[in-house]
């Protein structure tokens, strides 16, 4: 059960963290990938799709840069629409893990409903 938690908070989170990644510097899906993994454990695998929906969406652009290694490498960049989904998705964020922090704080008094709002406790 702890994985499928771990798996799905990973998802949910995933977008926020590349549009947070491509807000540091424009990079290519492999780099990004790295760095994702690196960080949070996420698969490569997911990468690729997310990049797509989020060209469709118009928050990422694309542009391509010669490698002396290999073939071209096709770079990403927030458009304004990418980093308008950021702002947003980033407060939304921290209002979330706030409100769990609370939820998890032992310290915390426990939530009291009174009788006169019609519940028990």
Do not use: H
């Not at 949910?12 to 491509?22: I, Y």
Request: hydrophobic fraction near 40%; include cysteine; glycine fraction near 6%.
């Amino acid at each position: 059960m702890p994985e499928t938690i771990d798996i799905q908070l990973k998802k949910g989170a995933l977008t926020l963290c590349v549009l947070a990644v491509l807000n540091r510097r424009e990079s290519y899906a492999y780099e990004i990938a790295s760095t994702l993994s690196d960080a949070i454990g996420m698969g490569e695998g997911t990468i690729y799709p997310l990049m797509r929906r989020m060209q469709a969406d118009g928050q990422v652009e694309t542009y391509l840069v010669e490698s002396p290694s290999g073939p071209s490498r096709k770079y990403y960049r927030l458009t304004d629409a990418g980093r308008a989904a950021l702002e947003a998705q980033r407060s939304e964020w921290r209002v979330f893990a706030q409100a769990v922090e609370t939820i998890l704080d032992d310290t915390a008094a426990p939530a009291v409903v009174t009788s006169e709002e019609g519940d028990e406790q």
